[in-house]
């Protein structure tokens, strides 16, 4: 069975600093997505970036990039001159055949 | 441009009541559409799912039931309420081969 596991329940850095979240996950696929979803107090689900399996190169949006190790299964999150607008909870998710499958999230906390 | 709808924000019902979450999508056709639950500090728990109208796909029996009567119109459906239906609800449209566009969500209460 595929999972996704953010072993991180919670992290607090100060605002302008640099913070990674780390995303494990276990398939037996090898064409697949990967994602990190974004949840601010609102609760509206956003999202933050994207990776394509096959493609070797770390995807980036902005401030915000991934480290993709795809032998290790490894998609950490990158977060770079945090801002406190980036406080929420993050989700990561592996995609592959309709099934979205969830990380149990890490709460961010950015302090000013 | 393609939006999700979903509604109401907020909801309060009484155990025994019955219930109706609607989720509309604009500016696509045929799309993928999901009915999420999220618990308070949890992750997303997938209820259900459909791929095309009339096609309804369970991931977790329980006392919800979903419906396609339309091709972007998702209804997340009960006939009697629990306590243990409250939660947050999230409804999501998949873009293909890209990711899934969420809706605001329903906060449902049932007291």
């Known amino acids: 069975a595929q999972t996704v596991t953010q072993s991180q329940p919670e992290m607090s850095v100060q605002e302008a600093e640099t913070v990674t979240l780390s995303c494990t996950y276990d398939t037996s696929e090898n064409n697949y997505y990967l994602f990190w979803y974004k949840q601010p107090p609102s609760r509206q689900m956003i999202l933050v970036i994207r990776?394509?399996?096959?493609k070797q190169q770390n995807a980036t949006e902005n401030r915000f990039s991934v480290n993709f190790q795809k032998a290790a299964k490894s998609f950490s999150l990158k977060i770079s001159d945090s801002q406190l607008g980036d406080t929420a909870m993050y989700f990561c998710?592996?995609?592959?055949?309709?099934?979205?499958?969830w990380g149990a999230g890490t709460k961010l906390i950015i302090k000013p | 441009s393609q939006t999700i709808h979903q509604w109401p924000a907020t909801l309060v019902q009484p155990v025994g009541s019955p219930l109706s979450l609607e989720c509309t999508v604009e500016?696509?056709?045929?799309?993928?559409l999901y009915w999420y639950r999220q618990a308070a500090g949890r992750g997303l728990q997938l209820l259900f799912y459909?791929?095309?109208?009339?096609?309804i796909s369970s991931e977790v029996p329980q006392n919800l039931s979903a419906s396609r009567p339309q091709d972007r119109q998702f209804i997340l459906s009960s006939k009697k309420l629990l306590l243990s239906d409250s939660g947050f609800y999230l409804c999501a449209w998949q873009l293909p081969n890209y990711g899934y566009t969420f809706g605001s969500g329903t906060r449902l209460t049932v007291v």
């Open positions: 500016g696509t056709s045929n799309p993928n």
């Open positions: 990776q394509e399996a096959y």
């Open positions: 998710a592996f995609y592959s055949n309709y099934q979205l499958i």
């Open positions: 459909s791929v095309g109208i009339g096609q």
